[in-house]
């Protein structure tokens, strides 16, 4: 169990992957899907940048002189994670999208509605 | 009934990954095994061999620029799906829809005053962004809002004679083929050791330095604003 | 800090008005902007404020206005 109070950052993101995905089965409406998917995605780049932090070193910009390898955190993860954000940010205008004009067609944006209305 | 069930996959799910997490190295250590020598080699090399005072930016427009590549036209896709479905034609029928023009003296006299301050701060980032934290994502967003303010006070009719719908498209499949033929340059150039001309890397610190790195950080910017002008105006009502 | 995520998460979910619901989500992505920050990260810092709590949010009303609906 301390291995889980030690990396409180890694736990926290996976609760928060949890409650993301519970939002998104649990309710009807679209637009709290969405949100939830969103608040999934922000907890993967936590625990992604959790991840390359090390203690007592500065962030990876070079000021004046240059403090050798011990002196800086892991570039690496922070760098994957930049791409991952502007991904998130498409995933979520193309669901809204779709919400829009599933709006147009069906009048209501349930779930339960629209299945029943599809049913008929 | 489906309440329960999502609730117990959910916490079934935690109750695993929470298992795997509980092994996991400790948070913050220096010898823990993600950081190795990989890491060590990007931090010593980064200046002699890209010129890039920002670490992480020229990890991602140097050593991988093919990732930035791909995301760009995973935004260009994002962009063309928009397009796709929300775009309205021309119809005599949509003249009855009018945009709520705002009439007010205030906000135009302001935004004369703070639009060219932010679009400054946009170009100052997009500029800066292998000296300073940055890079082209954030610069290319202020500026993208930047237009979306003026079109939020200016009104449609307007904004329309100023930034085209044929001229922003151009803009953005030229751009994007820019990026892939001046990486495709530089990668055949460079991995077959020919000396073509190369701008050069220059000392590091003054702007002009880096090689590659200051277009490549134009053209992306460029392609993320006119992606986030996109998406307002599509949602907003389709664009001419 | 990680409490408050927690917190505004569960929020998101038994908030029934979609606009309050929204506002929520973007004090969200401010923390995790914070936090970011703590973590020595400071492009992705930026990158989070101008996408994460201001693009998303605007996309999310501007769909709120053409539903037509602010359910109270």
Redesign the interface.
């Known amino acids: 169990m301390e291995g889980l109070i030690n990396n409180y950052y890694e736990t926290g993101a996976i609760i928060l992957f949890g409650i993301g995905f519970a939002i998104l089965l649990l309710h009807n409406n679209l637009i709290k899907k969405i949100i939830g998917m969103n608040i999934m995605d922000t907890a993967i780049f936590l625990f992604f940048i959790a991840k390359g932090y090390i203690i007592g070193r500065d962030a990876p910009i070079i000021i004046g002189a240059h403090k050798g390898v011990h002196g800086y955190i892991n570039p690496l993860p922070s760098a994957l994670m930049l791409t991952g954000i502007v991904v998130a940010v498409s995933t979520t205008a193309f669901a809204l999208a779709l919400t829009v004009k599933l709006y147009d067609g069906y009048g209501t944006i349930e779930v339960d509605e629209i299945i029943k209305m599809r049913s008929d | 009934m489906r309440k329960f069930l999502s609730i117990g996959i959910t916490t079934t799910l935690i109750i695993i990954l929470l298992m795997g997490v509980n092994e996991l190295p400790t948070f913050g250590e220096y010898d823990n095994p993600a950081n190795n020598e990989v890491a060590h080699y990007y931090i010593e090399k980064a200046t002699e061999d890209t010129g890039a005072m920002n670490i992480v930016t020229g990890i991602i427009l140097d050593y991988r620029a093919f990732d930035t590549f791909v995301e760009s036209s995973v935004l260009f896709t994002a962009s063309i799906i928009v397009l796709l479905l929300l775009k309205k034609e021309k119809n005599s029928q949509d003249t009855e829809i009018d945009e709520t023009i705002i009439q007010s003296t205030i906000l135009k006299e302001v935004s004369k005053v703070i639009i060219p301050c932010i679009q400054i701060f946009g170009a100052y980032i997009i500029f800066y962004g292998h000296l300073s934290p940055g890079g082209g994502f954030a610069g290319g967003t202020i500026i993208g809002t930047s237009l979306i303010l003026y079109r939020i006070i200016y009104g449609k009719k307007f904004t329309d004679k100023l930034l085209p719908y044929s001229r922003l498209i151009r803009y953005l499949c030229g751009s994007i083929m820019f990026y892939g033929l001046l990486k495709g340059y530089s990668f055949i150039t460079g991995g077959n050791h020919l000396a073509l001309p190369q701008p050069s890397l220059g000392t590091p610190g003054n702007i002009l330095s880096g090689g590659f790195l200051l277009p490549l950080n134009i053209l992306v910017g460029l392609i993320v604003a006119i992606t986030i002008y996109f998406f307002f105006t599509l949602f907003d009502g389709g664009e001419i | 800090m ?1 409490m408050f ?2 917190g505004a ?2 929020a ?2 038994t908030i029934k008005s ?1 606009l309050g ?2 506002i929520v ?1 973007m004090v ?2 401010l923390i ?1 902007t914070i ?2 920050q703590q ?14 709590a ?3 949010t ?3 009303i ?3 206005k ?2 037509k ?1 602010v359910r109270k």
């Open positions: 990680l995520l927690i998460s569960v998101v979910s979609l619901a929204i989500f969200y992505s995790m936090l970011w973590l020595n990260a400071p492009d992705l810092a930026i990158t989070e404020a101008a996408v994460g201001g693009i998303t605007i996309l999310f501007l769909t709120l053409r539903i609906g």
